[in-house]
């Protein structure tokens, strides 16, 4: 991804923007994954603490398991947050709508045709909604789990729209592969 011009592009601006600070076009990669979950967590107007974690340990899930992105979604072992993390990506949130969009297309160039990043990106959009009212890593394990009747309870209407929008934009509505995990977004969950 990082010989993409369009990627290039965009770490030549940031870091134009950003002059104070060093990043590492491996951080920008970085933001390139999380950007459907940092549209999520940010499209009820804030984003708390919880869904900062979720969102910083969903990153670290996705690049624990490289080339096998479904391998084993579960984290089982707690992911350490650091303060600098977390200012790290409140700092990046002050000014993301800049870099959103772009930031988009080249996580719709990530994920490509490749079903398992389609199905992991929406499963880490999922935990992120539901992450406001639970501990992230619970919440990873309650959008994973099947069985689960309460699903969908903790993720606000404005959260399923936004959600929905990106799947559509992604290409992750249109795989029939992903059609019960859509399904129960779209249906909308009575409290």
């Avoid at 708390?48 to 990153?59: A, G, H």
């Avoid at 993301?96 to 959009?125: A, C, N, P």
């Avoid at 990106?166 to 249109?174: A, T």
């Amino acid at each position: 991804m990082k010989d993409l011009p369009l990627f290039q592009s965009l770490y030549q601006d940031y870091c134009r923007k950003h002059l104070d600070r060093y990043i590492s076009q491996d951080e920008v990669e970085a933001l390139v994954m999380m950007t459907p979950m940092l549209i999520v967590a940010k499209c009820d107007g804030h984003i708390d603490t919880k869904e900062l974690l979720s969102v910083i340990e969903n990153l670290e899930i996705m690049y624990r398991i490289d080339d096998d992105p479904l391998n084993d979604l579960s984290p089982t072992e707690d992911v350490e947050i650091t303060d600098d993390d977390l200012k790290e990506v409140e700092y990046f949130m002050q000014d993301f709508s800049v870099w959103e969009q772009r930031l988009l297309e080249l996580h719709k160039i990530y994920i490509g045709t490749d079903i398992e990043k389609k199905r992991l990106s929406l499963i880490m959009m999922e935990a992120v909604a539901d992450a406001h009212h639970e501990a992230p890593k619970d919440a990873v394990e309650h959008v994973l789990d099947e069985n689960n009747t309460t699903w969908g309870k903790n993720i606000s209407e404005t959260e399923r729209k936004t959600i929905l929008k990106l799947c559509d934009y992604l290409g992750i509505s249109s795989e029939a592969a992903l059609a019960n995990e859509l399904k129960r977004l779209q249906q909308p969950q009575t409290t």
